[in-house]
């Protein structure tokens, strides 16, 4: 049997760190697993929901200005997605997924009709990724390989691009005996490009470190008295001014608050929790007065409602409808129009 439904587009919420030398800004994203497989769209909520509602596939088609697309994705018991396809697509393209018994994903292979085929193919260590291979359509290799101590901790994380043998981009920690975290060294291209210390006093304070250093960052953890995790970040803009950054995660590392201040101590960007359980990630100009915001909301059942963007040259608005535990309608409505795509679902 089929019904249909409307698809939810996601809104990622972020913010921009172009004056604090972080982890992602600084390595580009390079270490990120998130999209590497393109299969990280299906959440494990809606794998629970896909399966527990015998779930066999979705038809996907999205509209915008009289112009529509498709794609068809398929799932097994389990909830997770075995195949996609484009039927409509110029290129015919089709996506297939294995898994091995812990259903963690073990091989990708994309194909089109001009004949051509990326490969991805994932090892793994007591449920530990260790490697991945990515062949693209012309034969060029791309991957990763991690490496781990006794306890499980990441020790070295590389990122390969053509040679095999020598990362071009890696990532080396070092831990304390209690396993606590030491430091971590980004090297690119065989020279070492930064170094995030934990060795820091007290609110994450500098310990031997240059006021214009650029080359270490200080990172401070600790647990306060609700149990949550406050970290402390402590690093310099391109200027050698002081960026400071606190960090509150609950048990679970869902994020409670962030602030970020300038080194006049003025906020210059700050996520807060709202009533529903969403978030907003605000941004602040010179005069104090908000740049830009985005906020998100969730009803009543956790799931999200509604999410706007508003800043002085862009806004928009996402709305979102539920039946049961699936999603059944979103729109995004901004200034050149308004974008909505639907679900056809295809049970078991």
């Keep these: 049997m089929k019904s249909t439904f409307a698809l939810a587009i996601c809104l990622i919420l972020s913010i921009s760190s172009n004056a604090q030398r972080n982890f992602w800004g600084e390595t580009n994203g390079v270490f990120s697993d998130f999209g590497s497989n393109g299969i990280h769209n299906i959440s494990p909520k809606q794998r629970e929901a896909f399966s527990k509602l015998n779930v066999k596939s979705r038809t996907t088609v999205s509209y915008s200005k009289g112009n529509s697309h498709s794609v068809t994705e398929h799932f097994d018991d389990a909830g997770y997605l075995i195949k996609r396809e484009y039927p409509n697509s110029k290129y015919e393209t089709v996506t297939t997924a294995e898994y091995n018994d812990e259903h963690l994903i073990t091989k990708l292979i994309t194909k089109n009709n001009r004949d051509e085929q990326w490969t991805s193919m994932y090892t793994y260590d007591n449920g530990r990724l260790v490697e991945r291979e990515d062949i693209d359509e012309k034969g060029k290799y791309k991957g990763l390989k991690k490496e781990y101590d006794k306890d499980g901790n990441m020790t070295r994380h590389g990122r390969f691009d053509g040679d095999r043998n020598s990362p071009k981009h890696e990532l080396i920690y070092t831990y304390y005996e209690d396993g606590q975290k030491e ?4 090297i690119k291209d065989k020279k070492v490009k930064y170094v995030w210390s934990y060795d820091c006093k007290e609110e994450g304070e500098l310990i031997n ?8 960052i200080c990172v ?13 970040n402590r690093d310099f803009n391109e200027k050698g001014d002081l960026i400071k950054t606190k960090t509150v995660r609950g048990s679970q590392g869902e994020l409670i608050s962030e602030e970020m201040y300038n080194v006049d101590d003025r906020l210059i960007r700050e996520v807060k929790i709202n009533e529903t359980g969403g978030a907003a990630y605000i941004s602040y100009d010179k ?10 909301f969730l009803n009543q ?10 800043s002085k040259r862009y806004k928009y608005t996402f709305l979102y409808n539920y039946e ?11 200034k050149r129009g308004i974008y909505v795509s639907e679900y056809e679902y295809d049970f078991r």
């Design 301 to 310: 059942n956790d799931k999200l409602k509604k999410s706007i963007y508003d």
């Design 324 to 334: 049961g535990e699936l999603q059944t309608q979103s729109t995004r409505i901004y």
């Design 220 to 232: 401070k953890e600790e647990v306060n008295e609700l149990g949550y995790t406050v970290t402390w």
């Design 183 to 186: 430091s971590i060294t980004y």
């Design 209 to 216: 470190v240059k006021s214009k250093d650029q080359s270490t």
């Design 287 to 296: 005069d104090g007065e908000i740049s830009s915001m985005r906020e998100s």
